[in-house]
């Protein structure tokens, strides 16, 4: 009897909204390897070692034959990977040791395979875990991809040596959402994007190659969704939300009707979008316009690269290391902003340093001693939060200052970059004046150790997101050396309403006019005093919104990188004309209601 509808919920991976019946594949498992010993001697057990290695290179050569036709992201990392596999059955150390096992144990070569592999992926994992505790992630995520590597290669010989078949997605109706409780970066690889609607695992992270390569591949895709297995039947309805990481089970008509209409929506647009990103984000009466994108996690940099930012306008630090409950040190710090500086190419990268407070960092400040700070507040959103917390630990703000400025090194005398550094939660001068003051402290000892720093250097700008900041930018704008304008906040700040309140979400409005004037104070203010100033709030992911802010004088913007297209589409037709327009029209409104009206009507 079909059930109604129930939602899941997992971890989003791939953005994007995909519908269609469930197809569940499950794996052969493994045989037990009951008899260790070998009864045929280790020449023939080395005959069949080479023959399933011989195997197994071929099944690569067939994967490799796979990658023309999918994106260029997904071919680069797929293709990566599969030289990995090569090199592991090549003469290596993993080969040798199974060739030992097997001359001087008296092992069977699928025992000695499947002990080798899974003593080195163990080795691997305890490498991760010690990296880790020294709070190097990329490190552990590289040794937790090794060591899966590990376990693919040796799975990979052992089926080959026992004949038990591999799972096939071939067998998947077209359109299928494709339903597994785990999935390996092996098997993404044997997936044919064209013919997937959408892949839901129950295991999984965010982090791991299986993510990476599905992002890559651009298949919109939901990991980590605890008990699927149990709950989804072959060949049941699905809706996947990869935007929002839920899975409907057998959606109801409407359910239906909507999804499609989303998914197909999608496709449209991210035909045209695909011919959007090489073109500049320019108006049709000639101005430039910089869009940029907001990072937290570097899995994200695939995606803002593919949808043409020209730079990274917010990184959000705190985010970063948002997992653990230490921040890594000055060398961690820098390894991982370095990588971030190096992947954007040339591109302009501007790192927030960390905005702590409220509930971000918790654990971390902690840890630093920062007890009562976090202690439960009345108000931890008007509490030690941002710039504030971290003068009262410069220690903090000095590591992450340095090990920045060291990402911003240049690289055999060429520049990186360019990098630019911003604080969060500014509401006085002093705060600017204090952070300089340790930022030129930091600047002045790694001279003195001999780094070649950036010149000029690094510039150091403000986030403008509390009302104070808004009504004094003339003043902080002498300290400061550029402005990004944080309307999240400064929405909250200014109409004192909790962001993240479902209570009283319905007055949240960035478009109040009490906030509208504020950024166009600041804005007025920071134009005039000549420092560089952008939107890194929500607010810019809206079109119609940017073409109001650029009618209030705005030419740059940072937003999460998934709106940037719909962004540019829209700038690319219209003219400084129109947006004036828009902006005139608005601003004589007092009311929020009729702004939005206003807005939602323009360009329609
Ligand atoms: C903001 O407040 O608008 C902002 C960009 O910062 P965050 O959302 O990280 O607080
Ligand atoms: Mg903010």
Redesign the pocket.
Same mark, same amino acid.
């Given at each position: 009897m079909p059930r109604s509808s129930a939602f899941l919920h997992g971890k989003a991976i791939t953005p994007g909204m995909a519908l269609g019946p469930a197809g569940r594949v499950e794996e052969l498992p493994l045989p037990d390897i009951t008899e260790r010993y070998s009864a045929i001697g280790p020449e023939a057990e080395n005959i069949r070692l080479d023959e399933a290695i011989a195997r197994a290179f071929h099944q690569i050569e067939k994967m490799r034959g796979r990658l023309v036709g999918l994106p260029e992201e997904g071919r680069e990392e797929i293709a990566s990977l599969l030289m990995v596999y090569e090199r592991m059955l090549g003469p290596s150390r993993l080969v040798r040791q199974v060739r030992d096992r097997i001359a001087e144990q008296g092992l069977c070569a699928e025992a000695a395979v499947s002990e080798v592999a899974q003593e080195l992926a163990s080795q691997v994992v305890r490498m991760a875990q010690a990296v880790a505790q020294e709070n190097n992630t990329q490190e552990a995520d590289a040794n937790l991809r090794l060591a899966g590597e590990f376990e693919e290669i040796g799975r990979r010989l052992v089926r080959n040596l026992t004949g038990i078949s591999y799972r096939a997605f071939s067998s998947l109706p077209p359109g299928s959402v494709l339903v597994a409780e785990q999935l390996r970066p092996a098997d993404v690889a044997m997936i044919d994007p064209a013919r997937i609607a959408a892949v839901v695992t129950q295991g999984g992270g965010g982090a791991d190659h299986t993510a990476i390569l599905l992002r890559a591949l651009d298949i919109p895709a939901i990991l980590a969704v605890p008990n699927l297995m149990a709950q989804v039947q072959e060949g049941e309805m699905l809706v996947v939300d990869g935007h929002l990481g839920t899975l409907t089970l057998s959606p109801s008509e409407v359910e239906l009707r909507m999804a499609a209409e989303a998914a197909q929506r999608e496709v449209k647009e991210k035909r045209a979008f695909g011919r959007l990103r090489r073109l500049p984000a320019q108006l049709q009466s000639g101005e430039d316009i910089e869009l940029s994108a907001?990072l937290e996690l570097p899995a994200e940099l695939p995606m803002l690269l593919r949808n043409g930012a020209k730079g990274i306008g917010?990184l959000?630090s705190?985010f970063l290391f948002g997992e653990r409950d230490e921040l890594p040190d000055e060398d961690g710090q820098m390894e991982a902003y370095r990588s971030i500086v190096q992947a954007m190419d040339g591109r302009p990268v501007t790192i927030?340093v960390l905005?702590w407070g409220g509930e971000k960092g918790r654990a971390c400040m902690r840890r630093l001693g920062l007890e009562e700070q976090v202690a439960d507040g009345d108000n931890p959103a008007l509490g030690l939060r941002g710039v504030r917390l971290l003068l009262r630990v410069p220690e903090v703000l000095e590591t992450q200052f340095s090990a920045i400025l060291r990402a911003a090194e240049p690289e055999k005398d060429v520049a990186i970059g360019p990098v630019r550094i911003l604080l969060?939660m500014v509401t006085s001068v002093d705060e600017i004046v204090e952070a300089r003051e340790i930022y030129d402290r930091v600047v002045r000892r790694l001279r003195r150790r001999g780094h070649t720093l950036p010149d000029p250097l690094p510039p150091l700008g403000i986030?403008v997101?509390t009302p104070a900041a808004a009504l004094t930018v003339d003043t902080l704008s002498k300290q400061a050396d550029f402005m990004?304008? =944080?309307?999240?906040?400064?929405?909250?700040y200014t109409l004192a309403v909790d962001r993240a309140d479902s209570m009283v979400a319905d007055r949240y409005s960035p478009l109040h006019p009490g906030v509208l004037r504020l950024i166009e104070m600041t804005t007025d203010a920071a134009l005039k005093a000549r420092r560089p100033i952008s939107v890194? =709030?929500?607010?810019a992911s809206d079109p119609r919104v940017v073409a109001l802010l650029i009618g209030l004088g705005l030419r740059s913007f940072s937003m999460n990188s998934a709106s940037l297209p719909r962004v540019k589409r829209l700038i690319r037709t219209l003219t400084l004309e129109d947006c004036d327009q828009l902006c005139r029209q608005v601003m004589l409104q007092n009311e929020p209601d009729a702004i939005r009206d206003l807005v939602r009507q323009f360009a329609t």
């Open positions: 907001n917010l959000r705190e927030r905005d969060p986030m997101e990004a304008l =944080g309307t999240n906040d400064l929405t909250m890194c =709030g929500e607010m």
